[in-house]
């Protein structure tokens, strides 16, 4: 149950759906089975390990998070601090003798199990009355003891293994300030920051997995006011730009979270997101790799041998949770899964009432590719004219600085919304060149990366 009032609690469950998200980012990732190469390297965002470790391992301690808030008179401040504590499994298997020894793999009818690392959620709930907060402002300190469990494996009845688990103590701290800014509007700037304070001392050369089960992972913060609202760090009002720009995050980032127009909770997440985050929703359900690919996930999950299957139900309860998922998933739901646009619906969502998208320039005659010229060195580049390659260092990749020095033939002068010109060029030397121009695919240069070659410019007017 949680210690929230009623109007911060309801602001924070619409949030959460994301919150989860990030919480479980590449938690466990497709084939779903431990022994999978790419499962073997876990826990990638938002890991706070402890301090003694930091030097060891490159990883970081803290996290900080500043935002701008308008926090009304008597108004309290909600903190959410979540994330996943690491619990080491190993599998032990029933001997003949009444007792259990450490076997690397156990295999009963439905699963396989094997090692592995569990992440069990954990939640530290905070509640301020914002007038605390300024000056030296609130601290509070958490620990989590370890503990250990074992859970009993049976086949038809009978004991024949069991896994062990084990939590080791996690000692975490928030300290939370909140300083009044100047000028006629009021509002603070809140600085939130956790530590990991486990006085861990890892032996030399300690590694990854030492320090993890001692660390914060995934590690983010839910914020919310009672009675006032956050500022956008990434769309601020003129009136807070600068201040905002003043505000210091590491190695987070907050956004204003819940339904678009709210702005009474922020989420301060290890993964850069935008404003009013939220879940596709096409998404059949948590797949820890991004909703962006949850068509070509839940095949390929359907598409596993029953042999891949068991060792992926015996991998982690989440990952068992995904097999059962494909292979219950209708045909009506993955074609709901199959081509979604929302963008473009947004955009020319007007067309059936007879109005036109804001820019449309097939129909602009103001631009014609094809005819349309730029004045280079006293020639008029465009379509047909010779021009020497001279990619830009500061705006190209390496393809392209692989052409410095090559001739190329333009194909269209493309003026962009905002403004700028780009050349569509082929290679003159390409073989691929004529295909390539079939296709309408070209590479792009602007005019300052080219220099006409003379005698090729093509006359105005032509």
């Given at each position: 149950?949680?210690?929230?009032?009623?109007?911060?609690?309801?602001?924070?469950?619409?949030?959460?759906?994301?919150?989860?998200?990030?919480?479980?980012?590449?938690?466990?990732?497709?084939?779903?089975?431990?022994?999978?190469?790419?499962?073997?390297?876990?826990?990638?965002?938002?890991?706070?390990?402890?301090?003694?470790?930091?030097?060891?391992?490159?990883?970081?301690?803290?996290?900080?998070?500043?935002?701008?808030?308008?926090?009304?008179?008597?108004?309290?401040?909600?903190?959410?601090?979540?994330?996943?504590?690491?619990?080491?499994?190993?599998?032990?298997?029933?001997?003949?003798?009444?007792?259990?020894?450490?076997?690397?793999?156990?295999?009963?009818?439905?699963?396989?199990?094997?090692?592995?690392?569990?992440?069990?959620?954990?939640?530290?709930?905070?509640?301020?009355?914002?007038?605390?907060?300024?000056?030296?402002?609130?601290?509070?300190?958490?620990?989590?003891?370890?503990?250990?469990?074992?859970?009993?494996?049976?086949?038809?009845?009978?004991?024949?293994?069991?896994?062990?688990?084990?939590?080791?103590?996690?000692?975490?701290?928030?300290?939370?300030?909140?300083?009044e800014l100047p000028g006629r509007y009021r509002a603070q700037r809140l600085t939130v920051v956790v530590e990991n304070v486990?006085?861990?001392?890892?032996?030399?050369?300690?590694?990854?997995?030492?320090?993890?089960?001692?660390?914060?992972?995934?590690?983010?913060?839910?914020?919310?006011?009672?009675?006032?609202?956050?500022?956008?760090?990434?769309?601020?009002?003129?009136?807070?730009?600068?201040?905002?720009?003043?505000?210091?995050?590491?190695?987070?980032?907050?956004?204003?979270?819940?339904?678009?127009?709210?702005?009474?909770?922020?989420?301060?997440?290890?993964?850069?997101?935008?404003?009013?985050?939220?879940?596709?929703?096409?998404?059949?359900?948590?797949?820890?790799?991004?909703?962006?690919?949850?068509?070509?996930?839940?095949?390929?999950?359907?598409?596993?041998?029953?042999?891949?299957?068991?060792?992926?139900?015996?991998?982690?309860?989440?990952?068992?949770?995904?097999?059962?998922?494909?292979?219950?998933?209708?045909?009506?739901?993955?074609?709901?899964?199959?081509?979604?646009?929302?963008?473009?619906?947004?955009?020319?969502?007007?067309?059936?009432?007879?109005?036109?998208?804001?820019?449309?320039?097939?129909?602009?005659?103001?631009?014609?590719?094809?005819?349309?010229?730029?004045?280079?060195?006293?020639?008029?580049?465009?379509?047909?004219?010779?021009?020497?390659?001279?990619?830009?260092?500061?705006?190209?990749?390496?393809?392209?600085?692989?052409?410095?020095?090559?001739?190329?033939v333009v194909e269209a002068v493309l003026h962009d919304v905002d403004g700028s010109v780009h050349l569509a060029v082929t290679?003159?030397?390409?073989?691929?060149?004529?295909?390539?121009?079939?296709?309408?695919?070209?590479?792009?240069?602007?005019?300052?990366?080219?220099?006409?070659?003379?005698?090729?410019?093509?006359?105005?007017?032509?």
């Amino acid at each position: 149950m949680s210690a929230f009032p009623p109007g911060i609690e309801r602001g924070f469950a619409a949030a959460r759906q994301i919150a989860d998200a990030v919480l479980l980012e590449g938690y466990v990732l497709y084939p779903y089975r431990a022994s999978a190469a790419k499962n073997r390297l876990r826990w990638q965002f938002g890991v706070l390990v402890p301090p003694e470790y930091t030097a060891q391992g490159g990883e970081h301690s803290h996290q900080r998070t500043e935002c701008v808030m308008e926090a009304r008179a008597g108004d309290r401040l909600a903190v959410e601090l979540r994330f996943l504590r690491v619990q080491r499994r190993t599998v032990e298997q029933a001997t003949a003798v009444g007792g259990f020894e450490p076997v690397e793999r156990l295999e009963l009818a439905d699963r396989v199990f094997t090692e592995w690392d569990e992440g069990v959620e954990e939640r530290i709930e905070l509640l301020f009355p914002v007038e605390e907060l300024t000056g030296v402002g609130v601290e509070r300190a958490f620990r989590l003891p370890g503990v250990g469990e074992t859970e009993l494996l049976r086949a038809h009845g009978t004991a024949v293994g069991r896994l062990v688990r084990r939590r080791e103590q996690v000692d975490g701290l928030v300290r939370v300030t909140a300083e009044e800014l100047p000028g006629r509007y009021r509002a603070q700037r809140l600085t939130v920051v956790v530590e990991n304070v486990s006085a861990w001392m890892p032996p030399r050369r300690a590694s990854r997995e030492e320090a993890l089960p001692r660390s914060l992972v995934s590690a983010h913060l839910l914020l919310g006011l009672e009675q006032g609202r956050f500022v956008s760090a990434t769309d601020p009002p003129e009136w807070a730009r600068a201040e905002v720009e003043r505000c210091r995050s590491r190695h987070t980032w907050p956004v204003l979270a819940g339904p678009p127009g709210e702005r009474g909770v922020v989420l301060s997440s290890p993964i850069i997101l935008e404003d009013h985050p939220k879940v596709a929703p096409e998404s059949l359900g948590t797949l820890y790799d991004a909703t962006e690919i949850d068509e070509i996930l839940a095949l390929r999950t359907a598409a596993l041998t029953e042999e891949e299957k068991r060792e992926a139900r015996g991998t982690d309860e989440r990952a068992a949770a995904v097999i059962d998922l494909a292979e219950s998933m209708p045909p009506e739901v993955l074609e709901r899964l199959h081509g979604a646009i929302r963008g473009l619906r947004d955009l020319t969502g007007g067309a059936a009432d007879g109005e036109q998208p804001w820019w449309d320039p097939g129909n602009d005659p103001a631009v014609d590719p094809e005819r349309d010229r730029v004045q280079l060195g006293g020639h008029a580049v465009g379509a047909g004219s010779r021009v020497v390659l001279r990619p830009g260092r500061r705006r190209t990749d390496a393809q392209d600085l692989f052409l410095d020095g090559r001739t190329g033939v333009v194909e269209a002068v493309l003026h962009d919304v905002d403004g700028s010109v780009h050349l569509a060029v082929t290679v003159e030397d390409d073989p691929g060149a004529d295909l390539w121009r079939a296709q309408g695919r070209f590479r792009y240069f602007q005019p300052d990366e080219v220099t006409p070659l003379d005698g090729d410019d093509v006359p105005e007017g032509s």
